[in-house]
C-alpha cells in the first residue's frame, strides 16, 4: 500500500524558512520521481516543485524559483522540500505526490501559513 506522510508545515512570518518532509512506504522509492504540489483557499492545486529518481534534475514553479529546493535521501524515503523567503502568498497546504500504478498518489497535506 502506497503511503506518503508529509510534516514540517507551521506558521511563519514572512522571510522566513520551513523545510518540509515527505517520508513514503509501500513502493520502490527511488524509482519513481516525486512532486510537491500546493492548494491555497479557493485556488486549484498547483505543481510547486519536480525531481528526478536520482535527484539529479528538478524543476520548480515560476513563483518558487530561487527560493524553493526540492531534495530527496533515498537511503531514508523521504523528499524535502526547502522553503525560504516565504511570502505570504505561499500560504497553502502542501502535498506531496507520486505518479504510480497508473494514478497519482498523495499525502495528507501539511498547511503552510506565512502571516506577520
Known amino acids: 500500500q502506497v503511503q506518503l506522510v508529509e510534516s514540517g508545515g507551521g506558521l511563519v512570518q514572512p522571510g522566513e524558512s520551513l523545510r518540509l518532509s515527505c517520508g513514503v512506504t509501500g513502493f520502490t522509492f527511488n524509482e519513481y520521481a516525486m512532486n510537491w504540489y500546493r492548494q491555497a483557499p479557493g485556488k486549484e492545486r498547483e505543481l510547486v516543485a519536480a525531481i528526478s529518481t536520482n535527484g539529479a534534475f528538478s524543476r520548480y514553479a515560476d513563483s518558487v524559483k530561487g527560493r524553493f529546493t526540492i531534495s530527496r535521501d533515498n537511503g531514508k524515503n523521504t523528499v524535502y522540500l526547502q522553503m525560504n523567503n516565504l511570502k505570504p502568498e505561499d500560504t497553502a497546504v502542501y502535498y506531496c505526490?507520486?505518479?504510480?500504478?497508473?494514478?497519482?498518489?498523495w499525502g495528507q497535506g501539511t498547511q503552510v501559513t506565512v502571516s506577520s
Open positions: 505526490n507520486v505518479f504510480i500504478f497508473g494514478r497519482d498518489a
